[in-house]
């Protein structure tokens, strides 16, 4: 097959996770005779720094064109503590997610039998979790109306949703939930929020067209409770885009280890590949970053294209490199702690 | 001390433990020579069923003139999964909160040495932990305009604030800070909410004013994950309304159980005591709720009277509770389960 993927390291250690990521996937695409053509294109900080903008045209060129965009992390604290800044990196992600309409973020919660040890939750809470967050990625209160009144001193935001919106990523948690545990849970607020009554009514009326799924509706704050609590309990979570990235990040605890969990944004056209955790600026540039979940996130990448062996293979030389130690310093407890490099020569040596 | 105290059931279990608390007040009164004087009054679902209204006029007059309120739990699932229902519990919640001016919810989170090992996560990681969560109650997206456009297939909730609501909520937070462990977390969403930029920015120009109180700032999905892994990390935490909603419910579960924790709301004028659980549907009538979050208010309802050792003689008696194993089904792992009514008794008689 040949595939031609846009490359967008974006800020912080996103490069070097990145890197890894493309040695990996070069190294199955050799051994399984596929061709791969790496299209790199700014993001994030690095491209405001360079053209003044986190999401260029160009950018968008190269991902519109592309198979897939496999993207690295957006961010920089230079931005962060200044509520002045008129242009900021995650404008660009939230762009990027617009314009490439990427509506449905899915986010596998796993834990990996080598690491549940490190997890803050205990053993048996978790052992065994397999969830999968579909969290809304291009409405809400995130491109709704916002700005400020009375001389800045009051600001607002709008939370939209449209029933159409919830309709398509509905019918992906839908979907998801037949092949797996048939099992559907809305997220909302909806003893509170309109915008919440119309999820729950528009995943209503679609529940006849799929009778073999057990659809439940819960309320977020009692969600972000059970997740800890029992994940197990859930299967296909579909909820909007701000609930959705606060549970997502929550889960991510569960597996003991953000630095492994992959994640996809996908849409009608180009979907997106991307670790989830966030550009770690204090470790960029140190070799020191943990390149699993962007490795994992190529596996991702490979499976959605029909290559379910590629991905396995990803996934099985992950397992390995866990169980032989070959790890970056936020897994190595004690023992040896490879660089990120290193890590990502040794998956590749042994795909 | 006289002391005039609003009493609302509401619905679900609060009838059965707010009865528990009012046996343990009124046994504490006793010995220490106050005269309490109960009020209660009609609110949720019960009071739907009443009278059509789920805060009823005569309700917040019996509220407004009384000392303190103490709050059972509202809310019932025949409103639930009724899109349409006109009137709602929890309407009367938000109508009392408003109304009563109550803008900051004050919940401590804390371990009890005797239950540690009952929560989900691991003993190293929270033993120690004491946090406070002080979320803004009566703005943001709670109390913003909202309503249906597009024949109703489009649906908007506005989230609002104003610079004077985050201050007063602020305040308390850094006085809160100063008489504790002088660090300040003010958890927002400032990479992408216009609101949380007005949160930075007004507890930005704050600082000055508390040099020895340590602010930092964080997002909320990133809060979400921290708080489970490391929350001793945390000291005071400032937020608005929906994350506070949110982040309140996940901190419970550090304690390994809600049935403990209490909480108040607090403004200008009078107070408001509630456990931090809900109504509790399933349970309700079978005297089998846990009274204990419940009468752990009453006890912060003493303390915020000045009555400090009424509370701690309340706080002690429950450590007795745990300790002789005097507790309700959630708790009694194997043990003998106390009814609701006999760990009241129980309670008010070693009071
Ligand atoms: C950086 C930020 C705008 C972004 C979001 O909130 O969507 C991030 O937290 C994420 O989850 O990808
Ligand atoms: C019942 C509901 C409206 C309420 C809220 O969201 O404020 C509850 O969850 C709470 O936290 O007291």
Redesign the interface.
Known sequence: MKLNIALLAGDGIGPEVIDQAVKVSDAVAQKFGHDITWKPALTGAAAIDAVGEPYPDETHEVCANADAVLFGAI?DPR???D?SAKV?P?QGL?KMRKKLGLFANVRPTFTFPSLIDKS???RD?IEGTDLIILRELTGG??F?E???L?D?????????????EIERLAKKGFEMALKRGKRLCCVD???????S??W??TV?AMEKDYPEVEVT?EF???V??RL???PKGYDVIITAN??G??????A??ISGS?GLMPSSSVGSEVSLYEPIH?SYPQAAGKDIANPLATVLSAAMLFEDKGLSEEAQAIRNVVNKSLAEGIVTEDLAEGGKAYKTSEVGDWLAKNI
């Open positions: 961010g931005f962060d503590n509520p900021r995650e939230l803050p939750l205990k809470r209160v995130y709704g916002r700005g400020r009375n800045g001193d009051t600001a607002f935001d709008t939370m939209t949703y449209h029933r159409f607020k909806a003893n509170v929020l309109e915008a009554r119309l729950r009514e209503q509706y977020v704050d009692a972000a409770m800890i609590q029992w701000l609930f990235d606060i549970l997502t990040d929550e991510s605890v953000m966030g």
